[in-house]
Nanobody
Framework: QVQLVESGGGLVQPGGSLRLSCAAS????????MSWYRQAPGKERELVAL???????NYKDSVKGRFTISRDNAKNTVYLQMNSLKPDDTAVYYC????????WGQGTQVTVSS
């Protein structure tokens, strides 16, 4: 059974940091590109960061220099380190796996507010 379980979301003040984790199971994690998407209320889901199976990364322009995606293939886990958070970063963040199939996690809420 495929599972992507996100954790690490919460409420943080502007300028603060959070680290999201996504624990994967049920598929060959190391072969999959892993991504973080987010969806704010009333907006479409958007790609935030991607890390390929080989470790190459790509970021949405508005998070470059603030967010870092990484993966640990030994732990079947992908991370998103988010620094200098802004209110516009408020959204539900979803983990995504993409290769032969596409899998989604259930999402974790990130709220940036004073």
């Amino acid at each position: 059974q495929v599972q992507l379980v996100e954790s690490g979301g919460g409420l943080v003040q502007p300028g603060g940091s959070l680290r999201l984790s996504c624990a994967a199971s049920g598929f060959t994690f190391r072969s999959y590109a892993m991504s973080w998407y987010r969806q704010a209320p009333g907006k479409e889901r958007e790609l935030v960061a991607l890390i390929s199976a080989g470790g190459n990364t790509n970021y949405k322009d508005s998070v470059k220099g603030r967010f870092t995606i990484s993966r640990d293939n030994a732990k079947n886990t992908v991370y998103l380190q988010m620094n200098s958070l802004k209110p516009d970063d408020t959204a539900v963040y979803y983990c995504n796996a993409n290769y032969y199939n596409i899998y989604w996690g259930q999402g974790t809420q990130v709220t940036v507010s004073s």
